[in-house]
């Protein structure tokens, strides 16, 4: 879909423009002279010291015209970047609205194409903002449905009655650990994932770097006096490596992280089910982690083979059993909603299993294309379910979750979502995912360890963020661990010292 722009000559309005259009068609391409297009909308901005005003004209191939216009105080003393933030929204409720008479398609989620709505929910909220004034302003200026800014208001409140305290916590810090094997790619994945088979020496040489970063980090978090609020061990697949691994790498954070009988939660992702056997789970056990996660994806078998998942439905549901029977009451497991070759009765199916299993959570996400996974890259081999039918599958989960006692806890979402839609975990009353809120919302200091792990500095007064990535294979993590601890203790003495 091509449109031509007119009456935009700042480059900085183009990328708002663009992730609007790409709300409503698959691939916009913006031009801003006159070229071969189908679209052309114009604008108009007046602005003042006190106020925007934007009218925007959209004109179809047909000869079709729709107008559209908003005009939004601004007061005096709002400034630079953040004067700029809401001319940006004025320009984007506009062409929103443009496009939204044009395709009848309406976007639940308005104007908002960032990753993290509750966040900036819990920024009103704890500016002073009342709950009314707050649905009240994602309603008019940004263009949300009642249902989404409800969706946003429930989890807000769900996530202050498990961390009542989260709004003093960027004193503390949480850990996450990025363990990047698993035992093949799935076709969607995009994280640091390398097949673990026959790289048996650079997993010891990785797991040596990790030990090394785990005792350095906790020698600062002691010396400091500052706690860890949460633990993550993520990847790849964190028991894709032996249960004797595992057990050294457990035994190693408890002699270097202060205080781990202080430590909330502490979560290993089991996700693969291939991965999963009794001695592991007795390791699990022996050091007291709190939650798993065991993850179908779907309980269709052809499902599994498309997207490279090389294990089968039953074996999911018996390591799920083994589990329970060894005494883990917190298992979470990921459903994906647009699985290629799936409609509404294979995900029907999916939680019809899920019912027999109960998980303490249910982590719904949507598909999205991810530019670098391979699905993405051959995206014609993959057929996947219209926009209609993704949204009746989330709909399917809203009710299904309710009805089974679960509550929304947590939501995120992506670019390139399938529906424009969102990931939303799910919880039994008391077992959410704490870790999950605290990356979600950035109220916090996320310290990440390992491959592939990505560092949230977040400063404790001005909550300003800091970003810092380990690298993601393996082989330069082991080239250069020693550095990147380094840097990340640099960065934490500078956070901390004041
Ligand atoms: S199990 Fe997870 S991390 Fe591993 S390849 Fe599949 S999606 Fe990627």
């Known amino acids: 879909m091509k449109i031509y722009i007119k009456g935009i000559e700042d480059e ?15 691939e916009t391409e913006l031009c801003f002279i006159e070229d071969d297009h189908t679209l052309e909308a114009e604008f108009f901005i007046q602005e003042d010291d006190e106020c925007v005003s934007i009218t925007g004209n959209l004109l179809t191939e047909d000869g079709k015209r729709y107008e559209a216009n908003k005009e939004k105080q601004i007061p005096v003393n709002v400034e630079g970047k953040e004067r700029l933030r809401q001319v940006k929204n004025t320009l984007s409720f506009v062409y929103l609205t443009l496009l939204q008479d044009y395709t009848g398609m309406i976007q639940k989620w308005g104007i908002l194409t960032g990753i993290r709505p509750t966040k900036l929910y819990h920024k009103k909220r704890q500016e002073g903002m009342s709950t009314e004034n707050i649905h009240k302003m994602f309603k008019e200026e940004y263009l949300l449905s009642d249902e989404k800014i409800n969706l946003m208001k429930q989890i807000v409140e769900r996530q202050l009655e498990v961390i009542p305290d989260l709004d003093s916590l960027s004193n503390e810090v949480s850990i996450y650990v990025g363990i990047p094997f698993c035992p093949t790619k799935c076709a969607y994945c995009t994280f640091p994932a390398y097949a673990i088979n ?17 005792r350095e980090i906790g020698r600062w978090l002691k010396e400091k006096n500052i706690k860890i609020t949460t633990v993550y061990y993520g990847g790849g697949t964190p028991t894709s490596i032996t249960a004797e691994e595992m057990d050294m790498l457990y035994e190693e954070m408890a002699e270097s992280f202060p205080h781990l009988e202080n430590i909330r939660e502490i979560t290993v992702e089991a996700g693969r089910p291939d991965t999963i056997t009794k001695e592991k789970l007795d390791i699990l056990n022996k050091w007291k982690i709190d939650r798993i996660s065991i993850n179908p994806q779907s309980y269709t078998q052809a499902t599994l083979k498309a997207i490279g998942r090389h294990h089968t439905v039953e074996e999911t549901i018996e390591k799920f059993h083994l589990a329970r029977s060894m005494g883990m009451n917190n298992i979470n497991m990921d459903l994906i909603i647009g699985l290629p070759g799936e409609g509404v009765d294979e995900f029907d199916y999916s939680l019809a299993e899920s019912a027999k299993l109960m998980p303490e959570s249910l982590t719904v996400h949507t598909l999205s294309f991810k530019r670098a996974s391979e699905m993405t890259q051959n995206k014609h081999k993959y057929k996947v379910a219209s926009r209609e039918e993704i949204t009746t599958m989330m709909d399917h989960a809203v009710s299904w979750t309710k009805d089974h006692g679960y509550t929304p806890y947590y939501l995120y979402r992506q670019k390139n979502i399938l529906g424009n839609l969102e990931n939303v975990g799910y919880a039994l009353k008391g077992q959410d995912s704490l870790y999950n809120i605290m990356i979600m919302e950035e109220q916090q200091t996320i310290i990440g360890i390992g491959c592939g792990a990505a560092s949230k500095f977040v400063h404790p007064v001005t909550r300003k963020i800091t970003h810092f990535a380990n690298p993601k294979d393996p ?18 003495e500078e956070l901390f010292s004041k």
């Open 12 to 26: 900085r309005f183009h990328r708002p423009l663009t992730l609007i259009g790409n709300l409503f068609f698959e």
């Open 475 to 492: 082989k330069s993590y082991n080239d250069g661990f020693e550095h990147y601890t380094n840097e990340k203790i640099s960065i934490l």
């Open 198 to 214: 026959g790289r048996q020496g650079s997993v010891t040489s990785f797991l040596g770097g990790l030990h090394y970063e785990m």
